[in-house]
T-cell receptor, first 116, second 112 residues
């Protein structure tokens, strides 16, 4: 089946620093990847849709300068949380579609970010 | 715009009992509907999906769901709960495979 990995699985950083999270599709090429944020005991909130080779499309209310998304290849998308603050602490999950216009997303295992 | 409502943030059943997790949706076009399961500190795993065709959809781990257009529902069921079914379950809807909206989730507890 389609496998998506994320790295790191958890990260602790100091306030004001930047953190990069990687999302990789291991056995397929993903033209579209999605980044979600999940607060404790809550649902997933879509942050942005990332298409290979183009700029990400951010959801309303998501700061594009704070959450930098790069989708440089068909198997890798990165999310960089810049100048992180404690309120950015959350569980970040990526997903990928197996092909253009397909209807199923495959999810990574998530990255827990804690900002001190 | 589409939306998803999951009735009941927590559901508790005994091992061997019927599992019923409720999901209602709204969509301006024929929807694609999904159920995902999430175990603690993990990503989401697709249980089953409905796009077109047969309205009763069978998924992994013995789960199934029925698309009822007249009731705008897509409830998830399993005849006999197992301890390993304890997890968070999310219903989701998308319109034609575009942006997916997730419900708030239902935590399933299974009692021995």
């Amino acid at each position: 089946g389609a496998v998506v990995s994320q790295h790191p699985s958890w990260v602790i950083c100091k306030s004001g620093t930047s953190v990069k999270i990687e999302c990789r599709s291991l056995d397929f090429q993903a033209t579209t990847m999605f980044w979600y944020r999940q607060f404790p005991k809550q649902s997933l909130m879509l942050m942005a849709t990332s298409n290979e080779g183009s700029k990400a499309t951010y959801e309303q209310g998501v700061e594009k300068d704070k959450f930098l998304i790069n989708h440089a290849s068909l198997t890798l998308s990165t999310l960089t949380v810049t100048s992180a603050h404690p309120e950015d602490s959350s569980f970040y999950i990526c997903s990928a579609e197996t092909g253009p216009g397909t209807d199923t997303q495959y999810f990574g295992p998530g990255t827990r970010l804690t900002v001190l | 715009a589409q939306s998803v409502t999951q009735l009941g943030s927590h559901v508790s059943v005994s091992e061997g009992a019927l599992v019923l997790l409720r999901c209602n949706y709204s969509s301006s076009v024929p929807p694609y509907l999904f159920w995902y399961v999430q175990y603690p500190n993990q990503g989401l795993q697709l249980l089953l999906k409905y796009t077109t065709g047969a309205t009763l959809v069978k998924g992994i781990n013995g789960f199934e769901a029925e698309f009822k257009k007249s009731e705008t529902s897509f409830h998830l069921t399993k005849p006999s709960a197992h301890m390993s079914d304890a997890a968070e379950y999310f219903c989701a809807v998308s319109e034609g495979g575009f942006k997916t909206i997730f419900g708030a989730g239902t935590r399933l507890f299974v009692k021995a």
